[in-house]
Nanobody
Framework: QVQLVESGGGSVQAGGSLRLSCADS????????MGWFRQAPGKEREGVAFIDSDGWTSYADSVKGRFTISRDSAKNTLYLQMNSLKLEDTAMYYCAAAYGIMLPDLLPRPNHITYWGQGTQVTVSS
């Protein structure tokens, strides 16, 4: 069982920055991946950014160059640095994790995920 607890959401003006954090309880097995999904009202949950146990990262096209995912293994904490935020980045952001291999150039889908955080709201205003 992997427990995930997000923090760091909030409200920001367009062009601003936020950093999301996700504290995890640690992984039992050595091959895993974790990352962030987001879901706006009336829309499907979509993958944003992911990192695997080898340090490989993957991003949605909509956030490439603006968002950076990283993990501090000493603190068991995942981060999502979000810069140049846009109105369309407004959503509930969920931390997610699963055991297994993350395929290159293919973002995980919600049905690939075993563990979810409770979500943290990000609101970008003009």
């Amino acid at each position: 069982q992997v427990q995930l607890v997000e923090s760091g959401g909030g409200s920001v003006q367009a062009g601003g920055s936020l950093r999301l954090s996700c504290a995890d309880s640690g992984f039992t097995y050595s091959t895993w991946y974790m990352g962030w999904f987001r879901q706006a009202p009336g829309k499907e949950r979509e993958g944003v950014a992911f990192i695997d146990s080898d340090g490989w990262t993957s991003y949605a096209d909509s956030v490439k160059g603006r968002f950076t995912i990283s993990r501090d293994s000493a603190k068991n904490t995942l981060y999502l640095q979000m810069n140049s935020l846009k109105l369309e980045d407004t959503a509930m952001y969920y931390c997610a994790a699963a055991y297994g291999i993350m395929l290159p150039d293919l973002l995980p889908r919600p049905n690939h995920i075993t563990y979810w955080g409770q979500g943290t709201q990000v609101t970008v205003s003009s």
